[in-house]
Each structure stands twice: as C-alpha cells, then as structure tokens.
C-alpha cells in the first residue's frame, strides 16, 4: 500500500532563518505531488507541483521552492522565512491522468515562525 | 479561474441525523471533478469522495453521498446518520481538466460539530 510521510512534524523558526520541509512516498511510481499550505482557519491554498523529477510548476510567486530530486521525493525550501510563512504545510500525491485523480495526503507539518 | 465557495463556516448537528454541507463551483471548463475531503483536528486530509462533471449518477461512499446539481454548480456532501468522529473540518475541492491542470482548488471549509 501507498504511504507518504512528511518531516519534521512542527517547525518554529525565526524570521530570516532557511527553511527545508521534505515528503516522501511509498509504495508508487512516478506520481504527481504536491505542496499546498493551509493558513489558520483557512482552506487550503496550492504552492507547487510536479509530474515528474525536475519537473515543478509554481503556482503562488513568493520567497518558497520546491525540487524534486528523486522520483518520490519532493522538498519545499526557503533562503530566509518571513513572518507570513507561518502555516500547516500538507504534500500530497496522486497516480491518475483523468479528472478523478484523486490526491492523498501526508500529516503535515506546523511551521511557526517567530 | 476555477472558485469553489462553501457559505457554511460552521454547522452543528444531533447524533444519528443527516446533515448537508453545502458547495456551489465556478468554472469555464466542460470536464471536471469534484471531490470532498475530511480534515479532523489531527490536521490529516482525508478523501471522503468524488464526482465526476460527466457522471449522472449521484456519487455515494457508505455513509457519504454527493448531491450534484450540474446546472445550479452545486455538489453539496450529505453525511447520514452522524457520528461524534464525524466532527471535523470539511473542504469541497475541484479539478477543472480541460486546461490539463492537475491541480486542486479548495473551498474555505465548514467546521462540522456533532453533538450527542
């Protein structure tokens, strides 16, 4: 069965501080994955995604990338937080090609940042 | 542009009834899906269930059906026979596919509390 794991589980960094969040997959090939962030009380709000390695489509121009240096390893990054990346960050996955497709998630990670 | 709206930032529900969760969707695209996700306070996102923009059939998951109304844009989740674990936040989500985009655009969410 398909697993996705994500680290670290909560973050608290300061501002101006370099930021690396990682997601793994398990148990697929080439899937889609998948970088959104949730604000408090918020839905969720789509960053980055890939199709294939090296392949990343930026959704929301900001100080975040992402690479994807290995066919089910996908890695958010920042040079220097701001206060405004505080937030639940989710990764997700998914196999199809039709529009059911549907994405699994991974158990986040908190990032505050102070 | 894709936009899923839920109006509902809150609702309350008595244990063992059916509770309806509302979702209207905006989109150019012909082909389309629409999915609905369960986030409890774990922060976990959940798949609860699917609908296609082509199916004509009503989608159902056990306990979890979709009311789709194509031509009002509505894909509203019904939850029968509640249950305390069903407390949680609920996002109604959406892939518009004549773009190729595989992306999924997410609705603010209602926070669904069941009492006993």
């Known amino acids: 069965s398909q697993t996705i794991h994500q680290w670290p589980a909560t973050l608290v960094q300061p501002v101006g501080s370099p930021l690396s969040l990682e997601c793994t997959v398990e148990g697929t090939s080439n899937p889609n994955l998948y970088w959104y962030r949730q604000a408090a009380g918020r839905g969720l709000q789509l960053l980055f995604y890939s199709v294939g390695i090296g392949q990343i489509s930026s959704e929301v121009p900001q100080n975040l990338s992402a690479s994807r240096p290995q066919d089910r390893q996908f890695i958010l990054s920042s040079k220097k937080l701001l206060l405004s990346d505080s937030g639940f960050y989710l990764c997700?996955?998914?196999?199809?090609?039709?529009?059911?497709?549907?994405?699994?998630f991974g158990p986040g990670t908190r990032l505050t940042v102070l | 542009a894709q936009k899923i709206t839920q109006t509902q930032p809150g609702m309350f529900v008595q244990e063992k009834e059916a509770v309806t969760l509302d979702c209207t969707y905006d989109t150019s695209d012909q082909s389309y899906g629409l999915f609905w996700y369960k986030q409890p306070s774990s922060g976990e996102m959940i798949f609860l269930i699917y609908q296609g923009s082509y199916d004509e059939q009503n989608a159902t998951e056990g306990r979890y059906s979709l009311n789709f109304q194509k031509a009002r844009k509505s894909a509203n989740l019904v939850i029968s026979a509640s249950q305390l674990g069903d407390s949680a936040m609920y996002f109604c989500?959406?892939?518009?596919?004549?773009?190729?985009?595989?992306?999924?655009?997410f609705g603010s969410g209602t926070r669904l509390q069941v009492q006993p």
């Open positions: 989500a959406m892939r518009a596919m004549d773009t190729g985009r595989r992306a999924l655009t």
């Open positions: 997700a996955w998914s196999v199809g090609s039709g529009s059911r497709d549907e994405q699994f």
